[in-house]
Nanobody, 120 residues
Framework: QVQLVESGGGLVQPGGSLRLSCAASGIIFRIYDMGWYRQTPGKERELVAA???????NYADSVRGRFTMSRDNGKKTVYLQMNSLKPEDTAVYYC??????????????WGQGAQVTVSS
């Protein structure tokens, strides 16, 4: 059964840090490019970070320099280290397999997501 399970969300003050995890099952994880998306109410889900199967990364301008995406193929898990968090980073964060490198189209059904709230 193909499944994506996000964890690590929570409430953090502006300037703080969080680390999200996304564990995949039912796929040959190491051959896929992966992405972290986020969504706020009333807005479309947006891709904020991507990691290729060879480990190269790419980031949205809004998070570049603050967020770092990584992967552990042995654990079939991707991570999103989020530093210097801002209130505008508040969203539900999801991971997914990318249809192609450089694109934003997800492949799998969405998991439950991880709520990140940045507030004082």
């Amino acid at each position: 059964q193909v499944q994506l399970v996000e964890s690590g969300g929570g409430l953090v003050q502006p300037g703080g840090s969080l680390r999200l995890s996304c564990a995949a099952s039912g796929i040959i994880f190491r051959i896929y490019d992966m992405g972290w998306y986020r969504q706020t109410p009333g807005k479309e889900r947006e891709l904020v970070a991507a990691i290729a199967r060879d480990g190269k990364t790419n980031y949205a301008d809004s998070v570049r320099g603050r967020f770092t995406m990584s992967r552990d193929n042995g654990k079939k898990t991707v991570y999103l280290q989020m530093n210097s968090l801002k209130p505008e980073d508040t969203a539900v964060y999801y991971c997914n397999v990318l249809q192609s490198w450089g694109g934003t189209t997800p492949v799998l059904s969405w998991g439950q997501g991880a709520q990140v709230t940045v507030s004082s």
